[in-house]
């Protein structure tokens, strides 16, 4: 079923509800088409959220409701309620989570992005390998101009796993000029599990290393998520409680 059907479908349901409603409460005809037209509004910014949601290729479902504090004490909630306003993307400012694997940038990544979808935003999420295999796949076929424009449209382009993997020197230009076309004017963030002093291991040339680096930490957030995985501390807990 398509998202107009499941509208349309959704949208008389409500109506059925507020002339139930109206007739129980005795609302006026005025009173009734404003309680009408306002569930419609609502249904339709709901389905723009999610279809927005949906074109960020988000791996899997975050929420920042989730997200245990408690568990990592390095993240400071107020940062993060602060960064779930979206000021930040107005501003076209950029945000960096450094840590080890397990301390939740992966989830803070996908749930502030959830929430800048939600809140109007244009986003997309992509990984660093995934991001520079398809600059180069662009690139073969002639048409890395329009990719990287592509990519310099979205509000917020979100790049995980940064650090992981060692970029050849064309891979890592590439990924250069998709921050250079961002740069100041439309957001980014990413998750890397490597500090800034080791990203010469993934960007061998050291001037575009200090270059992207550079692009990525100028007004941008920075948040350390520390090294203890609370994944791994979790997964321990529940065994020993006997949870699979």
Not at 111 to 137: D, F, I, K, P, Q
Not at 181 to 193: P, V
Request: charged share 30%; aromatic share 6%; with cysteine.
């Amino acid at each position: 079923m398509s998202d107009d059907a499941a509208g349309v479908q959704e949208l008389q349901a409500q109506a059925a509800d507020t002339i139930a409603r109206a007739e129980r409460e005795g609302l006026s005809y005025a009173g009734f088409l404003a309680e009408l037209l306002m569930a419609e509004c609502e249904d339709r910014d709901r389905r723009r959220a999610e279809r927005r949601i949906r074109a960020a290729h988000f791996p899997r479902e975050k929420s920042l409701r989730d997200f245990d504090y408690r568990a990592n004490p390095n993240v400071d909630p107020a940062v993060i309620h602060n960064l779930a306003t979206c000021d930040w993307i107005t501003k076209g400012y950029p945000l960096c989570l450094i840590g080890d694997s397990g301390t939740g940038k992966s989830h803070l990544l996908i749930g502030l992005g959830t929430a800048a979808a939600m809140a109007g935003y244009r986003v997309r999420y992509t990984t660093a390998a995934s991001l520079v295999n398809e600059l180069v796949e662009a690139a073969d076929d002639k048409q890395l101009g329009k990719a990287i424009a592509r990519y310099g449209r979205v509000d917020l382009l979100e790049i995980d796993e940064l650090g992981y993997l060692e970029l050849d020197r064309r891979g890592a230009e590439m990924l250069f000029q998709v921050l250079t076309e961002r740069e100041e004017k439309n957001s980014i963030a990413i998750a890397s599990n490597e500090a800034f002093t080791g990203w010469s291991k993934t960007f061998t040339d050291p001037r575009l290393c200090a270059a992207i680096v550079d692009r990525l930490t100028f007004n941008a957030t920075l948040i350390e998520t520390g090294t203890a995985s609370y994944r791994l501390a979790r997964t321990k807990a529940n065994k020993a409680n006997g949870i699979k």
